[in-house]
């Protein structure tokens, strides 16, 4: 079936510094890919939309110059989460629909195992 | 608009006891319908789905059938697990594919 990796699963970074997630589509052209933020014991809130080649769309009070997202190739969208602070400590999962190699359309999306980040 | 509503937890369950976790949705449209499952630390999973009226998803022991005329979407299993503790959505996907996620119930099933 259709998978969906994500990178890093954890990572802990300083106040003010910049990481970047990368979101790949392992065994199908992902031509839109979704970004989820998690806070603990909630649910998922679906920051925006990329799709290949595009510029992103972002959901009402996500700041697009903060959660900085690429969809450059149809395997690949990055999540850079720039000048981070505590406040963006999270866990942000992306998922990715699109068209595996027998041309099928796959759905429903399928999601990445998440990222957790600490900023201290 | 779309949302979702699922009944608060958490759940807590002896092993073997029968679950049923509430779902109903709103929806513009005909939206698709899923249960994914998280478990600790981990990302999510699609439990089982459902894209028509009266259609019946199921997987692993757990089913639920579209309802349209109650919009609900409500999740079952006749005898709970251990390894089924974890938080599960209930969620819709719009005809753009954005998927809207319930608030997630927790689930803690005891031997």
């Known amino acids: 079936g259709a998978v969906v990796s994500q990178h890093p699963s954890r990572v802990i970074c300083k106040s003010g510094t910049s990481v970047k997630i990368e979101c790949r589509s392992l065994?199908?052209?992902?031509?839109?890919m979704f970004w989820y933020r998690q806070f603990p014991k909630q649910s998922l809130m679906l920051m925006a939309t990329s799709n290949e080649g595009s510029k992103a769309t972002y959901e009402q009070g996500v700041e697009k110059d903060k959660f900085l997202i690429n969809h450059a190739s149809l395997t690949l969208s990055t999540l850079t989460v720039t000048s981070a602070h505590p406040e963006d400590s999270s866990f942000y999962i992306c998922s990715a629909r699109g068209v595996d190699r027998e041309g099928s359309y796959n759905s429903p999306l399928h999601f990445g195992n998440g990222t957790r980040l600490t900023v201290t | 608009g779309n949302s979702v509503t699922q009944m608060e937890g958490p759940v807590t369950l002896s092993e073997e006891a029968f679950l049923t976790i509430n779902c109903t949705y709103t929806?513009?449209?005909?939206?698709?319908l899923f249960w994914y499952v998280q478990y600790p630390g981990e990302g999510l999973q699609l439990l089982l789905k459902a894209t028509k009226a009266d259609d019946k998803g199921s997987n692993k022991g757990f089913e639920a059938t579209y309802r349209k005329e109650t919009t609900s979407f409500h999740l079952e299993k006749g005898s709970v697990q251990v390894s089924d503790s974890a938080v599960y959505f209930c969620?819709?996907?719009?005809?753009?594919?954005?998927?809207?996620f319930g608030p997630g119930t927790s689930l803690s099933v005891i031997p």
């Open positions: 929806a513009t449209g005909y939206p698709s």
């Open positions: 969620a819709l996907k719009t005809s753009y594919d954005k998927v809207i």
């Open positions: 065994d199908f052209q992902a031509t839109t």
